[in-house]
């Protein structure tokens, strides 16, 4: 059985390099997207503070996102790309930090809680296969330390599934 380990977040860099060493512990030995999808948004839902939604939209076609596995309320279940933070983030193929959601255009409030957020893109090599999408009740949440560690907690999951 794996269980989670509460990490200290006072020094984020050793914060997220922790938490992405549980992760790879967590995933090992599976290859299933949906599953170890399922299992990285419950652990950082677990492990990372001040989170009201943790999870994926998965790019089903080259034009829209399809809620994947998550943890948090129920969400908008389609985004097309290039709507939204998680539709901007494939079209830009980058993180984006949305320090006040209420200041981002054409945001898509799935939960009146959400107030700052940041969306990381899921590449492999060239290819784009959805994002991973953290929402926070707490304005200005996310900082560059935060984008730095998720880009890598995405890379170990995306590297660790069939695509
Ligand atoms: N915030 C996202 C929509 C998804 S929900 O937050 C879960 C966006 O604007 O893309």
Excluded at 34 to 39: G, L
Excluded at 76 to 90: M, N
Excluded at 124 to 147: M, N, T
């Amino acid at each position: 059985m794996f269980t989670a380990s509460q990490i200290d977040a006072s020094d984020l860099t050793r914060f997220y390099a922790e938490l992405d060493a549980q992760l790879a512990a967590l995933l090992t030995g599976e290859r299933d997207v949906v599953a170890n999808a399922a299992n990285t948004s419950a652990l950082i839902f677990q492990l990372v503070a001040d989170l009201n939604w943790a999870g994926f939209y998965l790019l089903k076609s080259s034009d829209e996102l399809v809620v994947g596995p998550f943890q948090g309320k129920p969400a908008c279940v389609r985004i097309p790309v290039g709507k939204g933070v998680c539709g901007a983030t494939v079209e830009r193929r980058a993180s984006i930090l949305v320090e006040d959601v209420h200041a981002f255009p054409g945001h898509i409030a799935c939960d009146a809680n959400s107030q700052s957020e940041l969306v990381v893109p899921l590449l492999l090599g060239e290819r784009i296969l959805g994002v991973l999408d953290l929402d926070s009740p707490v304005k200005r949440r996310f900082g560059e330390a935060d984008r730095i560690g998720f880009e890598r907690l995405a890379k170990t999951f995306v590297e660790a599934c069939d695509w």
